[in-house]
T-cell receptor, first 110, second 121 residues
Framework: QSVVTQPPSASGTPGQRVTISCSGS????????LNWYQQLPGTAPKLLIY???QRPSGVPDRFSGSKSGTSASLAISGLQSEDEADYYC???????????FGTGTKVTVL | QVQLVESGGGVVQPGRSLRLSCTAS????????IHWVRQAPGKGLEWVAV????????YYADSVKGRFSISRDNFENASWLQMNSLRAEDTAVYYC????WGNGYKKLDYWGQGTLVTVSS
């Protein structure tokens, strides 16, 4: 099981704001920048947020990230049906000498 | 444009070996590390291995250490994942992804489409 944990699910109606948490430790989130990946059904993961709160070109600004200590969160404002996907936080772990993914959160648009 | 294409997946018996390939294009391959990440059916993402841009460092997940080996050739713009002593629990879609380092951060910014490995007798 992963050393970085996320809630298994989150949901909201269109237009609502949804927040996903990501909890780790001093060797991973506490020491390194955090990324978020979005995985739409049947597709490869896509980088959504990097360096805690930066959006790659093309990612809508309704996606935002933050980090504090050994925890982080992803917020989706103005939820849309196309946001229904699995979301993973991830970062390097200095103790494991490896990249670690969170357990993943499935977002459902009601 | 940046592209990563995995190949080499298939059905293999437990205990046998398989070699996956990741062919890159659209960027200067020698400037980026390459990660392999896998996803078992219905499960989350699991990091497998990384190789530095110049091949000088390689790191593995504990679950594959001693069985899998990552390599690359910067002239062929390719990376490989040699998988030995395969087990049923290695069944997964395997992705390669480009590693980018910035000022205090690293990110996996481009991913291939994945190749399915099924370990079954």
């Amino acid at each position: 099981q992963s050393v970085v944990t996320q809630p298994p699910s989150a949901s909201g109606t269109p237009g609502q704001r949804v927040t996903i948490s990501c909890s780790g430790s001093s060797s991973n989130i506490g020491s390194n920048a955090l990324n978020w990946y979005q995985q739409l059904p049947g597709t490869a993961p896509k980088l959504l947020i990097y360096n805690n709160n930066q959006r790659p070109s093309g990612v809508p600004d309704r996606f935002s990230g933050s980090k504090s200590g050994t925890s982080a969160s992803l917020a989706i404002s103005g939820l849309q049906s196309e946001d229904e996907a699995d979301y993973y936080c991830a970062t390097w772990d200095d103790s494991l000498n490896g990249y670690v993914f969170g357990t993943g959160t499935k977002v459902t648009v009601l | 444009q940046v592209q990563l294409v995995e190949s080499g997946g298939g059905v293999v018996q437990p205990g046998r070996s398989l070699r996956l390939s990741c062919t890159a294009s659209g960027f200067t391959f020698s400037t980026n590390g390459i990660h392999w990440v896998r996803q078992a059916p219905g499960k989350g993402l699991e990091w497998v291995a990384v190789i530095w841009n110049d091949g000088s460092k390689k790191y593995y997940a504990d679950s594959v250490k001693g069985r899998f080996s990552i390599s690359r050739d910067n002239f062929e713009n390719a990376s490989w994942l040699q998988m030995n002593s395969l087990r049923a629990e290695d069944t997964a879609v395997y992705y390669c992804a480009r590693d980018v380092w910035g000022n205090g951060y690293k990110k996996l910014d481009y991913w291939g489409q994945g190749t399915l490995v099924t370990v079954s007798s």
